[in-house]
């Protein structure tokens, strides 16, 4: 089992920026693509962003050039810079890991965080 659990949410102007962080615990060694997802009210969970163990990145069209994803593998750590937030951006978001070296999709990730809150005022 997987533990992981988000922190660095909150409330930030349009404009803004905000830093999230997910710290991984347990069986740390079979986890190989981690993630962001998020989810907006009455909407459904989308992906943010994802990294594999090797640093291969994908984003969102929608947060493309303004969100970065990284991992610090030593410290079982990752991140997601948010720059430029939008309203559009506000939402709930979720730390996620895969066993599979290449998770593409939501039913693809095997373990899930409990949510970090992010709103976005205009």
């Known amino acids: 089992q997987v533990q992981l659990v988000e922190s660095g949410g909150g409330l930030v102007q349009a404009g803004g920026s905000l830093r999230l962080s997910c710290a991984a615990s347990?069986?740390?060694?079979?986890?190989?693509?981690k993630g962001w997802y998020r989810q907006a009210p009455g909407k459904q969970r989308e992906l943010v962003a994802s990294?594999?163990?090797?640093?291969?990145?994908n984003y969102a069209d929608s947060v493309k050039g303004r969100f970065t994803i990284s991992r610090d593998n030593a410290k079982n750590m990752m991140y997601l810079q948010m720059n430029s937030l939008k309203s559009e951006d506000t939402a709930v978001y979720y730390c996620?890991?895969?066993?599979?070296?290449?998770?593409?999709?939501?039913?693809?990730?095997?373990?899930w965080g409990q949510g970090t809150q992010v709103t976005v005022s205009s």
């Open positions: 996620a890991a895969a066993e599979s070296p290449q998770a593409g999709v939501l039913w693809e990730y095997d373990y």
């Open positions: 347990g069986n740390i060694f079979s986890i190989n693509t």
């Open positions: 990294i594999t163990s090797g640093g291969s990145t």
